[in-house]
């Protein structure tokens, strides 16, 4: 499928009057990989599931944001290879050629679970990290042990390194998402990541008593 000039990733986009409030369109993709990612039943991964199961949050009808989310998917989140036709369910009403081709519903391929770790709303990330490298090339498994072993350490930090990556994407920072190579953030500016660096490297050097302090130090400001 070819890719449109302006076809872009908007899950991170925020108005730029309103500070880091998040667009609807954002909202609605967000919304979209979060459902796919939670891997629920074919029914509900249907462009008219998934239009009914956020307009239920919402509290508005599905029938009003039914063309945003078939925009989202045929426009944005197949084209870019994020999510992709799963199967089709058999249509039991309605026109015959329609009967017979069935009703697509999706899933997410590697990139859109790469996607899905970066959204904090995924509540299945843990599972979903394994079964990203589960599908990875020798040259990305090199991340695996040290970001599982940070996981359960530092989880926020973790997914934020995630976050940091896509968000680079989405901004025309990184080419693309795969292979996921994380040096490719190196060359971003990323003032919050230079922070923790430098943090994490002056704790390794100080003494137990001095860690101890530092530790208490942080309790009372965070």
């Known amino acids: 499928m070819k890719i449109k000039a302006d076809t872009k990733l908007s899950v991170f986009n925020t108005f730029k009057t309103k500070g880091v409030e998040l667009t609807g369109e954002a909202k609605r993709q967000r919304s979209i990989i979060t459902i796919l990612a939670n891997n ?18 919402q509290g508005i009808t599905w029938k009003n944001i ?13 084209p870019l290879e994020i999510a992709e036709e799963d199967g089709r369910l058999p249509l039991r009403r309605g026109p015959k050629a329609l009967q017979e081709k ?4 999706y899933h997410l ?18 599972k979903l ?9 020798s040259k990305e498994k090199e991340y695996e042990k040290i970001i599982t072993n940070l996981l ?3 989880p926020n930090f973790t997914y934020s ?8 994407f989405c901004d025309n920072k ?44 942080l309790n009372e400001i965070t």
């Open 109 to 126: 391929t590697k990139k859109g679970m790469l996607v899905a770790l970066s959204i904090s709303e995924v509540k299945n990330r843990e």
């Open 161 to 168: 390194i995630f976050q940091k990556y896509v968000k680079a």
């Open 152 to 154: 359960e350490t530092s």
């Open 102 to 105: 069935g009703i697509p519903y």
């Open 129 to 137: 990290l394994k079964e990203f490298f589960s599908q990875s090339d």
């Open 66 to 78: 039914y063309s945003g989310i078939f925009r989202d998917l045929d426009e944005i989140l197949i």
């Open 40 to 57: 629920t039943n074919p029914t509900e991964r249907t462009r008219t599931g998934i239009s009914q199961r956020i307009a239920k949050i």
């Open 174 to 217: 990184i080419k693309d998402l795969l292979p996921f190579d994380l040096s490719k953030l190196k060359y971003i500016s990323d003032e919050s990541l230079i922070i923790q660096k430098e943090i994490l490297e002056a704790f390794l050097k100080l003494s137990k008593q001095d860690k101890e302090e530092a530790i208490r130090f």
